[in-house]
């Protein structure tokens, strides 16, 4: 029987009430680096010293950190299950608990200690008193220090609980990591100062209202100074109209100074002005619906877990702007503190998510879920109000998002309830509840395209309750998760992104996620790789599922993250004969800082671009020598620095024309049958099997069948996500698309021709492809005419439909014409152009994803050259696509880390004359019908030479 958890297991105890950050002139005392250390594996085992403990003689740790980071226990990884026994609110007693020691100088005065996260449950003293708790491991608890802090030397002491009750409603899908994480700081409370502030700054039609409400200690008057508009003490608690002022978007983020002042301190805020409103099924702000062009961010280093150092979150945001991200949601709990501040500054839309997720239950079928149980009430609405609290003065907050995936129930319910309450001028979001009775946005994760394209025109399958109908119908759509971005993909962006542009209600979604988990390791020999779930040892896991992001851990830009840039860029570029059409599809700013900028093989130069306004579209027309033979690309670029990038970054791009096609074989010339060998020209083939051995005397093996790849994450994807219940890699195994046999039917030659005849099939099937091969020349290059037909019942689709070649010789040059310079497949590589390009070797074309899968595919390919000191093969035809790999595709599948990978000395030339999609299916849609390869016949013509 479930027992009631008590008030202070749920909220702590001893701390103030909560409040909004803000920058003050009084005293601030971080207590961030060294602290003294001990670890004991219970609650039972730790010594009951800690009011009088000094740290003398323990471990040393910094502070933040993560301790399993440090050397004491280890990172463990779940998504959806809890690590321990489902037995709320109680934990195991096996339950590291953490102290932590240090002094602080402190020259007098009242004073407060904060903590701005601790992970997952902390008990405080200070000078040998205990002070109270925290509980809520991503909120800041603050503890008034008046009565315990003294004149000089202080001691503050922490014991941290790894579990506690409340490590049932924090079950996001990420490491667990205990530890003091976020900074800790004692700040001065001068008498007669400020406690407290909330503004808020509304806009319209051009002008600004502006409330700031204050708490001021010992009832002292607090006045409102904006320097920049020139507006001075003004009264706290009454609306000011303050004339005209620029609105803040997350395209132009305007932001002023409000200064708050009593006799005793000065604090300031900075807000911008702007007005959330919900119209016409629409989310608006300043009374424009607004496009989401956005990603789920979790907060994690592969060094130190979950600490992110400041000079790494402005640079992860700058990026995130450099590939047009727009908006942020803070999965799946607040940031830390200063985030909001920079997405103020650099101007980003956020969904500000409470610490919230009870995910766990459903693997108990949502029994005892706390999301239901009165008793669980005031840990939720202890995490809303001080989720809003601190962050309410931000202009980029424009949704408060109750949790994430913590099934339904009446505390869900009153935490909406409560957050409209204490701030009615921003709506409320949560997915967990598709009704969307108590929040005021439609928000799904993982719908197909299909669905998000039916809810954009109103189509969507009716509630039974026509009142929560009538209410869903009136509510703006988000995707607030979409796009899995794990290992090779995520696919069918551009389908999604094609509602989003045709129907209003559908504003955009949230792509998961914009970061892997990856945990810095080393094997024995010093190569570095990225460690998941498994690799510490953990009971139980859910592998490689943390690695889905968009950049790997050190924030290296992923394919995935290239293609996101391209689908959602915000200026169209449409080049038809000697004009471009521009669009302007940003939903605030003009085009006046943008330069357009023109290239054709080596000519180029910049275009004249009239004023171009959101939504309107303008022709540009193009000089003499940008119009003729060839590709023309024509790019967006900033035309002057900005807080996010330089000059000269792209922003968008176009192209037309195309690459010259290849030339065939002009005339057959007869061909040799010699000791056991043919020659078709440049081509020497082995007489019995048919196999090419040499191409101009460059060692070549093959051509074999290739219909297998190494499975991408999204091919295993996960069953309930895909039609029919079964992984496009499933089906391959099940089919034997990698256990294919192959039986010789003939090899024969006419005057003019080899012709190759084989029969491939799987051990224990009896579907199988018959591959006829007909080889021809004209003394210089080497013609192959390719036939693939499927035979028998095929139970599934093919992975790819091409021939392999395996060079016995490491390329150190590759050289191709076509799309790049990243790989592309029927559903990704949106960011691909096409070109002329060229890499130092087969390792330069490969991504190392945390677990090997396919990759590297270059696409619409004219040309291709693979050499060796100059010497090697070349390849045309009519936009075929090649991998080209150190490792076999077996070898890839059954490596867990790229330094599993064997040492290689050869190339794997894959040439594919059609490809199965990659879809978005580890969590979410597979592959689109339109992109999905079928067992069909395949035909194709290639041509080779010497190179």
């Given at each position: ?56 003689g ?29 037995d709320?609110?109680?934990v195991?007693?096996?339950n590291?608990?953490g ?10 005065g ?25 509980a809520?491991?991503?909120?800041v608890?603050?503890f008034d ?7 000089g030397?202080?001691?503050v002491?922490l ?9 049932y409603?924090?079950d ?9 994480f ?8 001068p ?19 502006l ?30 109209d ?14 002023v ?7 005793a ?5 900075r807000?911008?002005f702007r007005t ?20 789920n ?7 130190l ?7 790494v979150v ?15 949601r803070?999965?799946?709990?607040p ?6 501040g ?9 969904v500000?998510?409470?610490d919230?997720e ?6 108990v ?29 931000h202009?980029?907050?424009i ?8 099934g339904?129930?009446?505390?869900l319910?009153?935490?909406?309830k409560?957050?409209h ?19 005021d ?20 399958e ?11 119908r ?5 995707l607030?998760e ?17 509602s989003?542009r ?17 945990i ?14 498994g ?11 943390v ?13 995935g993250?290239?293609?996101?840039k391209?689908?959602i ?6 080049i038809?004969?000697?004009?471009v ?16 900028r ?9 275009l004249a ?8 579209t303008?022709?540009v ?15 967006a ?6 807080a ?5 970054h ?8 195309e ?6 074989i002009a ?12 020659h ?5 083939f082995d ?11 460059t ?5 074999a ?20 219940g079964v992984?496009?890699a ?8 990698d256990?294919l ?5 003939g ?9 190759v ?17 007909r ?8 013609r192959l ?13 093919w992975?790819r ?7 016995p010789?490491?390329?150190?040059s590759?050289?191709?014409?076509g ?37 590297g595919?270059?696409?619409?390919v004219?040309r ?6 100059g ?11 090649f ?8 070898e890839?599948?059954a ?10 000395d050869r190339?794997r ?14 969590c979410?849609?597979?592959v ?6 079928d067992a ?6 290639l ?5």
């Amino acid at each position: 029987m479930t027992t009631a958890p008590t008030l202070q297991e749920l909220v702590g105890d001893g701390w103030i009430a909560p409040r909004a950050r803000f920058a003050t002139d009084a005293a601030l005392l971080s207590l961030n680096g060294e602290w003294s250390f001990r670890s004991s594996p219970s609650r039972a085992d730790a010594p009951d010293d800690l009011a009088s403990a000094d740290g003398a003689g323990w471990d040393r740790i910094p502070v933040p950190s993560s301790w399993p980071m440090h050397g004491h226990g280890a990172p463990a990884y779940t998504n959806v299950r809890f690590p321990f026994p489902v037995d709320p609110p109680h934990v195991p007693d096996e339950n590291t608990i953490g102290d932590l020691v240090r002094t602080f100088d402190w020259p007098g005065g009242p004073a407060l200690l904060r903590l701005d996260g601790v992970d997952a449950a902390g008990e405080v003293w200070v000078n040998g008193r205990r002070v109270g708790s925290t509980a809520g491991s991503r909120l800041v608890h603050e503890f008034d220090l008046t009565d315990v802090v003294r004149t000089g030397t202080n001691t503050v002491a922490l014991r941290v609980a790894q579990w506690a009750a409340t490590s049932y409603l924090e079950d996001q899908d990420m490491w667990w990591l205990p530890g003091v994480f976020r900074d800790v700081a004692v700040q001065a409370l001068p008498p007669g100062g400020v406690q407290d502030v909330r503004v808020e700054a509304q806009w319209a039609d051009g002008y600004g209202v502006l409330i700031v409400d204050v708490d001021a200690r010992d009832g002292a008057t607090a006045l409102v100074d904006v320097p920049s508009l020139g507006l001075t003490g003004l009264a706290t608690g009454v609306a000011h109209d303050v004339g005209r002022v620029d609105g803040w978007t997350a395209e132009t983020p305007a932001l002023v100074d409000v200064v708050v002042r009593t006799e005793a301190e000065r604090a300031t805020v900075r807000v911008g002005f702007r007005t959330i409103t919900i119209e016409d099924a629409q989310l608006k702000v300043n009374g424009r619906r607004i496009r989401i062009r956005g990603v789920n961010r979790h907060e994690h280093h592969p060094d130190l877990g979950r600490v992110v150092p400041a000079e790494v979150v402005r640079a992860e945001l700058r990026l995130m702007k450099q590939h047009n991200i727009n908006a942020i949601r803070t999965s799946h709990y607040p940031p830390h503190p200063d985030l909001p501040g920079l997405a103020d500054e650099l101007g980003f839309w956020l969904v500000d998510e409470c610490d919230l997720e009870t995910h766990g239950f459903f693997e108990v079928g949502w029994r005892g879920n706390p999301s239901d149980d009165a008793a669980w009430e005031p840990a939720y609405l202890d995490r809303m109000r001080r989720t809003i609290a601190r962050d309410r003065n931000h202009a980029s907050v424009i949704l408060w998002s109750l949790g994430n995936e913590a099934g339904t129930g009446r505390n869900l319910e009153a935490s909406a309830k409560l957050s409209h309450e204490l701030d009615p001028t921003r709506p409320v979001h949560y997915e967990g509840d598709w009704s969307s009775t108590a929040v005021d946005v439609y928000s799904r994760m993982y719908a197909h395209q299909d669905e998000v394209d039916a809810i954009g025109r109103q189509a969507e399958e009716p509630l039974p309750d026509p009142v929560a109908d009538a209410h869903r119908r009136s509510l703006p759509f988000l995707l607030c998760e979409y796009a899995h971005a794990m290992g090779n993909g995520p696919g069918g962006l551009s389908e999604y992104e094609a509602s989003f542009r045709r129907h209003p209600r559908t504003q955009g979604g949230f792509v998961w996620e914009w970061l892997e988990h990856g945990i810095r390791r080393r094997t024995p020999d010093g190569r570095e790789f990225f460690a998941y779930g498994g690799d510490f040892g953990e009971e139980i896991h859910d592998g490689n599922f943390v690695a889905d992001g968009l950049v790997d851990a050190d924030r290296r830009p992923r394919p995935g993250l290239l293609d996101y840039k391209k689908v959602i860029e915000p200026i169209g570029l449409e080049i038809d004969g000697a004009r471009v059409r521009v669009t302007d599809g940003y939903d605030f700013a003009d085009l006046a800082g943008v330069e357009l900028r023109w290239t054709r093989g080596s000519a180029g130069g910049v275009l004249a671009l009239p004023p171009v306004r959101p939504g309107e579209t303008a022709e540009v027309h193009l000089p003499e020598g940008a119009v003729g033979d060839g590709v023309l690309t024509v790019r967006a670029v900033l035309a002057a620095d900005t807080a996010w990038a330089p000059a000269g970054h792209e922003i968008a791009w176009g192209q037309a024309g195309e690459l010259p096609t290849p030339t065939s074989i002009a005339a057959r010339i007869p061909i040799e049958d010699r000791d056991g060998v043919v020659h078709v020209g440049p081509g020497a083939f082995d007489r019995r099997t048919g196999r090419l051995r040499s191409i101009g005397g460059t060692a070549v093996d093959g051509p074999a069948l290739a219909l297998w790849r190494a499975p991408t994450d999204n091919d295993l994807g996960v069953a309930q996500f895909l039609e029919g219940g079964v992984s496009d890699a499933a089906a391959w195994a099940a089919a034997g698309l990698d256990r294919l046999h192959e039986r010789r039917v003939g090899v024969r030659t006419t005057e003019d021709s080899l012709e190759v005849e084989t029969v491939i099939a799987p051990a224990a099937l009896d579907h199988r492809v018959r591959m006829r091969q007909r080889w021809t020349t004209d003394g210089d290059a080497l013609r192959l005419d390719l036939v693939l037909t499927p035979e028998g019942a095929w139970p599934s689709g093919w992975a790819r439909a091409g021939v392999e070649l395996v060079l016995p010789w490491a390329a150190d040059s590759i050289e191709w014409d076509g799309y790049g310079p990243g790989q592309r497949y029927p559903d990704t590589g949106q960011a691909q152009r096409l070109g002329k390009f060229a890499v130092d070797g087969a390792a330069a074309l490969h991504t190392d994803y945390v677990r090997p899968q396919e990759n590297g595919s270059r696409a619409g390919v004219h040309r291709l050259v693979v050499a060796r000191g100059g010497c090697g093969i070349v390849v045309t035809g009519d936009g075929f696509s090649f991998t080209a790999s150190p490792w076999t595709s077996s070898e890839l599948a059954a490596a867990a880390h790229p330094t599993d990978l064997p040492p290689s000395d050869r190339t794997r030339l894959t040439l594919d004359l059609a490809e199965h999609g990659i879809g978005t299916a580890s969590c979410g849609p597979g592959v689109l019908p339109q992109h999905r390869l079928d067992a069909r016949e395949v035909t194709a013509t290639l041509v080779f030479r010497a190179g």
